[in-house]
Nanobody
């Protein structure tokens, strides 16, 4: 399975960015997916997830600001990030929530004024 994240970049505090993730997983439609982020020196951490049917769960650090969604027909996963904060600066990855595939390159997000 190949995972490719896109849409990262530079945003100002309070700004928004949308990340996309495309997956080559043939079972994508039924697989729970997660969004992870990693900062230098820290472990990659799960902060949002979505089931195949669209049920979502978020870490308190992003709840109310980030929204994940998916298009199973296109094997696509999305992350809408609003009200960005400097502490959201990280490399963002998508992957299965319970079963991990080879990690993609991630999408760098920098939140700075």
């Amino acid at each position: 399975v190949q995972l490719v994240e896109s849409g990262g970049g530079l945003a100002q505090p309070g700004g928004s960015l949308t990340l996309s993730c495309t997956s080559s997983d043939t079972d994508f439609a039924t697989r729970s997916m997660g969004w992870f982020r990693q900062t230098p020196g820290e472990a990659r951490q799960l902060f949002a997830s979505i089931t195949g049917g669209g049920y979502t769960n978020y870490d308190d650090s992003v709840k109310g600001r980030f929204t994940t969604s998916r298009d199973n027909a296109k094997n696509m996963l999305y992350l809408q990030m609003n009200d960005l904060k400097p502490e959201d600066t990280a490399v963002y990855y998508c992957n299965g929530k319970h079963i991990f595939f080879p990690w993609g390159e991630g999408a760098q997000v920098v939140v700075s004024s």
